[in-house]
Structure formats: C-alpha cells, structure tokens
C-alpha cells in the first residue's frame, strides 16, 4: 500500500515575501547615509551654509533631480491618466528654480521669468489642476492602495521622500516662529536641515520614479489597465 503523498509547502519567494524593500542592503545604505549627512550639518552648520544657500549646491541638486524624474515619468508613464506625474515632478522643480539669482539678461532668468508668468495665469492654472487632481484620483489613489497591499518597494521610498518634506516645512515653521528666542547658530541649523531634507526629497521622488513596478511581473501594465477599466 503506498502511502498518501503530503502536500508540500509552497515555497516563499521574493513575490510572496515583500517588506518594501526593507530587507535590501541597498536601501538601509541609503537611509545610513541620509543619517549620518544629517549629523554631519548638524554639528558643522556654519561650513554646511556655502552649500545651502539659494542657488547652492543642495537646491541645485533638488532641482535636477526633480527635472529628471519629470521628464522619466514623462518618457516612461504614458497616458493622459499618468500625465500628472510628469507634471507633478515639474511643477515642483520649478519652485526650486528662483529666477532672481540669475542676470536679468541671462537665458536662464528669461526662461524661469517665462514660466513664472506663464503659471500665474488662471487658465493654466485651471488645466493643471484637473490634469493633476484628475490623474491622482484616477490612477494615483487606485494604483498606490495596490502597492501597498503589495508592498512595493517605490511607495516606502515615495513615503520616506514625503516624510522629508513635511519634516523640512515644519523646520521652516519653527524657524519662522521662534527666531526671536533661537540663537543664530540654532537658526542656521534649523535652515540647513531644512534645505537638506528637501534635497533628500527631490532624491526620493527620483529614485520612487526609477524603480516603479517590478517589470517582471509587470504590475505596472496590469494595474494602469485595471485603473483604466474601474
């Protein structure tokens, strides 16, 4: 008489068994790293001022990466329903861009001063704003409650980034509130921080745009053509 066959456990794999991306060497280096820079402006405020300031490195870094990931989720997330991430990534690099410390005559002052007059506009106003809304609650809410439930590595790196950026507002609200009580010293602190953890956000949004989806099991094209048909 042969015995019965026991079923065998399904073997966990790295589809079944995600943690965003936690458990990657790579990710912890990366928030290791942010840290330990953090510490670093923390205790040398006063040297970190030369790369800080407006039109430094820091902002200029925002701002290229901010472009690059526009103009990746331009390339690379097609569609009118994925058009505000694109957009989005844009928009916010053209905050970091001030006009103001460029020559008045220069192509770079002529350019941002375009773009600033163009945006105060109401009609363009108006078209972002259903193109941005309209994307996010087409697509964007849809699509991240999947990778959450899915655990997909992007949307920690997207929540880390936006982390960053609440944190930076809040420094600059405490600055603004308390200077008068702040030393200099605590306020250029406080400013540098700041300016760090918005750079550490722009970083953020380009890598969540550069990982995306994992490709092979190509989640990304099953999602967008379940967001498209609900």
Not at 44 to 70: K, T, Y
Not at 148 to 165: D, E, I
Request: glycine share 8%; proline share 4%.
């Amino acid at each position: 008489m042969t015995p019965e066959k026991q079923s065998q456990p399904i073997p966990v794999t790295t589809d079944t068994k995600r943690s965003f991306g936690l458990d990657q060497p790579l990710f912890r280096a990366a928030i290791g790293v942010a840290l330990l820079i953090l510490v670093v402006l923390c205790i040398w405020p006063v040297q970190a001022m030369s790369l800080s300031h407006e039109g430094g490195p820091f902002e200029s870094i925002s701002a290229a990466a901010l472009v690059l990931a526009g103009g990746i989720a331009l390339f690379r997330y097609r569609g009118i329903s994925r058009l505000y991430i694109g957009l989005v990534c844009l928009l916010l690099a053209e905050r970091e861009l001030a006009a103001d410390i460029y020559a008045v005559d220069s192509l770079p002052y002529g350019i941002l001063n375009g773009l600033d007059t163009l945006l105060d506009m109401n009609a363009v106003r108006v078209i972002l704003a259903v193109l941005a809304l309209g994307g996010l609650l087409w697509h964007g809410v849809p699509n991240g409650w999947r990778a959450f439930k899915q655990r997909v590595p992007f949307l920690m790196v997207f929540f880390l980034a936006g982390m960053c950026a609440v944190v930076a507002q809040g420094l600059e609200e405490v600055s603004g509130a308390l200077k008068d009580d702040l030393s200099d010293q605590m306020i250029m602190r406080l400013f540098v921080l700041e300016e760090t953890l918005e750079m550490f956000f722009s970083i953020g949004i380009l890598a969540s745009v550069l990982i995306g989806w994992p490709k092979a099991t190509t989640e990304e094209n099953l999602n967008d053509q379940q967001s498209d048909q609900s």
